[in-house]
């Protein structure tokens, strides 16, 4: 392009061609051309940016253009993926006992099952929620993420027999107190 081009000028042909572009870019989005249609906007705004950066005027970046979602591959309808709501997680009530149960028969019989039991034989996913609610209510630190392993099990058997041991302890503080309230 020659230095000497005046600043009119290259506004004017700014403008010719941003509104060739427009012009383009409806025609080939009718047409179904919508690859061809972003290949020709970007080209034509780069022309429309230097012509800018030659008279000094200030430069626009692109907007990407809008295309209808699409409806149809290969004769096959599509159908768009609708957003996941909060409700849609929250488990109900039934679902949340159902979990409760299955934590609680685990731990009543976590200590019998040797770990590589427990690793065999609790494999889904969902299993794998209710071992990590055994934790949870042995207090195993870091339950959430910690990986399923032996060593894992291994701590979590050791909390259930804490627990076990603080649970007696405190029905004899119970049972004793419960002695010493009576006779006064």
């Known amino acids: 392009m020659d230095q000497d081009v005046s600043t009119a000028a290259a506004k004017k042909a700014a403008s010719i061609i941003n509104n060739a572009k427009k012009d383009a870019v409806k025609i080939l989005n009718q047409g179904g051309h919508g690859t061809l249609a972003i290949t020709i906007s970007s080209n034509l705004e780069q022309v429309v940016n230097r012509l800018n950066f030659i008279t000094g005027t200030s430069m626009r970046g692109e907007k990407a253009p809008k295309f209808k979602p699409v409806t149809n591959f290969m004769g096959e309808d599509i159908t768009l993926p609708t957003p996941v709501k909060q409700e849609d997680l929250t488990p109900d009530q039934a679902e949340r006992k159902s979990f409760l149960d299955k934590v609680e028969k685990l731990y009543m019989q976590f200590n019998t099952i040797p770990p590589e039991g427990i ?66």
């Not at 969902?126 to 894992?152: L, N, Q």
């Not at 701590?155 to 006779?183: F, H, N, P, V, Y």
């Open 119 to 184: 690793l065999k034989d609790y494999t889904l996913p969902e299993d794998v929620v209710v071992i990590r609610g055994v934790a949870k209510r042995a207090g195993v630190e870091g339950y959430e993420d910690r990986p399923m392993d032996v060593a894992f099990m291994k701590d979590i058997a050791e909390g259930i027999d804490s627990k076990a041991a603080e649970d007696a302890k405190q029905r004899e503080i119970d049972a004793e107190l419960k002695k010493t309230g009576g006779d006064k």
